[in-house]
T-cell receptor, first 111, second 114 residues
Framework: QKEVEQNSGPLSVPEGAIASLNCTYSDRGSQSFFWYRQYSGKSPELIMFIYSNGDKEDGRFTAQLNKASQYVSLLIRDSQPSDSATYLCAVKGFGNEKLTFGTGTRLTIIP | EPEVTQTPSHQVTQMGQEVILRCVPISNHLYFYWYRQILGQKVEFLVSFYNNEISEKSEIFDDQFSVERPDGSNFTLKIRSTKLEDSAMYFC????????????FGPGTRLLVL
């Protein structure tokens, strides 16, 4: 069974600080990695995707991928109260179309 | 900005009844998906659909489930005889291509089976 693991939280971060969210995956053949944000009762909304080892930055968000360690992370700089949500890590394997999701990390930004 | 739409937003049905959930994917997308999320649990893949046929399905997607693209715009999920455990949020998603392309999710249909 291919698994994606996330710390369920809740993770509380002061406004303006950096929030760090982590994800590990079991399938070494995984090719594509996605971070989605999900507000309560809403659908997943894409934040970032990353395919290659290293860092990828988009505004206040940085995704980091380490395929050797089977680890992907998301950093949110200058955290805002509107960033309070559940962050879902999703992984796509080689030759697969399906996304395998983790259980999500609930993030709360404290004003 | 183009988006995936789903109808209805909420559906309440009796156990054993058939339900059809509808989705309109983004217009130039070719790959379509259904996922579900039971309350408090993770998002789970059900099925992917490309070129008018199922390309991948999960163990959850048994004979009670079917998908169809009845015309050029709609994509439907049918549950033939609903069970209590089918109560969940059902999300449709679409992508321009299958492999690395991002999947965009619709707002979901909340299904409650009584």
């Amino acid at each position: 069974q291919k698994e994606v693991e996330q710390n369920s939280g809740p993770l509380s971060v002061p406004e303006g600080a950096i929030a760090s969210l982590n994800c590990t995956y079991s399938d070494r053949g995984s090719q594509s990695f996605f971070w989605y944000r999900q507000y309560s009762g809403k659908s997943p909304e894409l934040i970032m995707f990353i395919y290659s080892n290293g860092d990828k930055e988009d505004g206040r968000f940085t995704a980091q991928l380490n395929k050797a360690s089977q680890y992907v992370s998301l950093l949110i700089r200058d955290s805002q109260p509107s960033d309070s949500a559940t962050y879902l890590c999703a992984v796509k394997g080689f030759g697969n179309e399906k996304l395998t999701f983790g259980t999500g990390t609930r993030l709360t930004i404290i004003p | 900005e183009p988006e995936v739409t789903q109808t209805p937003s909420h559906q309440v049905t009796q156990m054993g009844q058939e339900v059809i959930l509808r989705c309109v994917p983004i217009s130039n997308h070719l790959y379509f998906y259904w996922y579900r999320q039971i309350l408090g649990q993770k998002v789970e893949f059900l099925v992917s659909f490309y070129n008018n046929e199922i390309s991948e399905k999960s163990e959850i997607f048994d004979d009670q489930f079917s998908v169809e693209r009845p015309d050029g715009s709609n994509f439907t999920l049918k549950i033939r005889s609903t069970k209590l455990e089918d109560s969940a949020m059902y999300f449709c998603a679409s992508s321009a291509s299958g492999m690395r392309e991002t999947q965009y999710f619709g707002p979901g249909t909340r299904l409650l089976v009584l």
